[in-house]
């Protein structure tokens, strides 16, 4: 007996029970506190045989339902064993053999633990200390710093290999979980039979002991004991179970959550990934972008050295140009044939073309005029265009130039700008506009006009512009002067050594004229205290230093008070001049002696210089004294006569802003003439002379007024409709000096009708103007927005025609009315030198397209065109009024008496007669229409109040009211005298 016991209780745990395998081992477990429990027996020694026997029996059947043995047979054992216990009369002895079972359970519970620790040990089973101990080491692996910073070498491979791990030992940990969990089931339901037989055992053994009287008691106690400890023993491996059950959804739980950790380090990892993948992206999108400016920012280099050096290349020609004057190329040319060349339509003289005899065909070349929207022609700063653009193109496309033919174009320029401006020509090369070396010449049949010559090899379009003058001159170390060419007080001197070798310095100068300056004090307030300026000196240098400082000498109008003083002066000396004082004649003798008695007394005077002249003539005379400064809240007060001044020298950087240049002393060296030293190179520069309470941060704002001004064009927008045809209409811009020149020039060609022109605008050389259309007006051409580039010497000028936008618009007005509205479209191009000196190479700005175009409202004119498809509306013929009541006094006939007596007061009377204002109105209008007096108004005021009264009211009564209310009881008596000689009448008749 003890020994099957052992067996079934070693045998309950077996690798291979439930199906066995690697599953079955994974959910061992060792015996738990409570298993070890239930292997101790409590020894009763009061218990018989039989009690005792069950006891055992139970321990064994206990330990086999939590070894899971089979339930078929637990009924075989208790069969033999009541079947024994029949057999059986001593109990002693089955208590003395009961002991050694006791040990042999203790030794089976502790042989348990030492196989469930070698098989988690030494077998390949599933180990949870394992596991456990696993995720420790990946979660030592996490709090590394190697996974923790992300950077470009981030292990993502080995990352990925780690995730890997951890999911399969989450997998497994799971799928050992869910065994077990099964396993449990099974088990739970395996002890739930084995209560169901053991109670149906019980419950029929119990049965037939009852039918045996003496031993019923006995047996009842026995198996009713039993039963207890059999319940017993079951409620706690239930409650095993339950812990059992616990402890695997516990474990599930964590699996789960495991799962999920590594799901989210799977997810993060695969992030990680994706960010370091689109950074690696960026990175190289960004370097790639970096290598591209890069290369714009090579090319552009590249493109800007090779303009400088085009540039450089013209300006030694130039100055060899200007050097060699050109002598021996004009000998070649001079006798070569000229052929003008026409444009189409009748448009007069295009150009004049010289060519090699013998080489160049007249009829192989096509001369055209170019409409300047068509192009994009680029203006440079005080750029004007003085002529029509034409292009030269070959009749067929194998006619080629074999050998340089010479081009003169006729310009226009005024007699002012002759001394400030010069000719040259613009050419059109693959796109871009650029000067090519010109020359000025005259024809003999062409007096009148003048010719810019250059010298092509190939077709092209060519435009000739005017600029400010240019002094090309080559400095060495050796002193020289440069002298302007457009006014000769402006000079630069330059000492020696000041350059350790050759420079070439470009001169360019700006007249400052006084309607200038007098523009800016009328238009910006900041600029009140301005008195005059000097030109612009535009100069470019190609040194950066002076090793000795340049001389600077330029006109300046002196103080208007000093000025003015000065021509006073002039003026008495030429009166004096003109009617000197008569001298009474000395003798001879007597002259003789007191001119010798002087020269004895007298030493000789000498010859004052130029500059104790000016400090006389600037000094007050004796008689006069100085005059106070007159103050008034702190500021000198708005006078003339302060002829103290004072003078700065300004500048210009290359962002165009003005500065102050200090520490420059300027000396008047005559009245209208200024010197100054420079210790560096400017570009730009100016003086200006201001008042003595002048604020110094005005003085920037007062250089960038005038340089704004001399940039824009003032001028005025004249539109004029065709007489005969008024949807006919033109307009041109005018500069403000040719307006009345203009609208006489329109007038002649019929264009005669129109508004006034427009208030003064400002615009610059080659703005797009742009006609806009609001209102009931439009342009009737295909064109809704005509346009045209405006020029100071070229017409400038759009042709369109009118018309209604809808005909049933407008209908209380005899004309269609509209407006006009002129937009001026400009493109803003930043100086070369601006971007050049930026700091920031990489900036993404200077890669974008440099022009910027922008569009301002310049005015807006009104128009009227006429309705030409509506008729007049005919006049209203009013039916005749026949009054046929005779048994009133207030018929026909005093109405007439009464509207041709009466006076202005009527409109008074009809109000007194409650007649509207607004048939009062249409009374009047009437009377206009028809051409009727005011006579035969007032008697349709009548009419319109006799028709409006009832019969029933006596109108005698209302009308001599209405008479007398308003200063006319004449009118009053006569209707009463009227009314009654109707009584009398009446009473006769009956």
Partial sequence: MPVERRQASHGGHGRHDHGGGHGSTKVTKRPSSSAKRRAIPTPNVEESETPDYSVNESKEESRETEENVPTEEVPNRLNKEEEKDEGEENVSEKEDSEEPEVVNGNSDVKENDKKWAERSKDEDGYNIRSFNDNILEFTEIFDSDRYRNVDENYPVEDLMNVVAQISNTIEEFKQQTQNSQQQLEGLRTKMKQVKENIQFSVSRKAFEIRTDDDLQSIEERELTEKLAKLNAEIAKANSDLSEALRLSAETESTAVRAQLAAERAKEEAKRIEEEIELRAKQDKKRKHEEAKKMEELRRQQEEEARKQEEEKRAKEAEWKRREAAGVEKASVWESWPAHEMQLPGGGGLACIIRGKPNSFDESSVTCKDIDQLDIELTYGPQEELVGTIIQLAPTSEQTKLQNSIYVAIPFTLSRASVHSREAFVKADKNGEWREIPSTEVTYENHKDLKFVQVEIKEFMTLAVMTRLKRDYVTFSKRSSKLTSTCDHRITVTVARETFYRKEHILLQVQPVDSATVHDVQTRNASCKHLLASSPIMQMQWEATEFHKPIVITLPCPPNPAKARKIAQMRKIKEEKMKNPQRNIPVPLDIREKEENQGKQSKPKPKKKTLQEQLAEINAPPEEEKPKPTKWYMGDYAHNDDDENDHLYLVARTGTGKWFVVPEVEIAQVKLDLLQFSLDKPLDQFMVLRVRTNTDDDLIPVM?????????????????????????????????????????????????????????????????????HFRGNIQNNSNVKTPKFIYNSNVMSSSSFFLSEVDQYLQRNFNVYRGVIEVYRAYVIVPDRKAIARKESVLDENSFCVRKEKKKNLLCEIPMNIPKYHVEPSPIPHQAPVVIRNDSDPVNDDLMRQLAAEMGEEWRKIAITLNISKARIQAIIRNAQITDSTDEDARYQMLITWLKKMPKSIDKVTVLTNAFMKNGRPDLAERVRMKDEAFKRKQIQSH
């Avoid at 005018?734 to 020149?741: D, E, G, L, S, T």
């Fill in 703 to 771: 250089s960038s007024a005038i340089f704004e001004l001399l940039q824009k064009r003032f001028v005025q927008v004249v539109v004029k409709q065709r007489s005969d045809n008024p949807f006919d209409t033109r307009l041109e811009i005018a500069p403000v000096n040719k307006v009345q020149k203009i609208v006489k020039q329109m007038n002649e060609d019929g264009f005669e009708d129109g508004p006034d022109p427009s208030q003064i605008v400002g615009v610059c050389e080659g703005d797009t103007i742009e006609i």
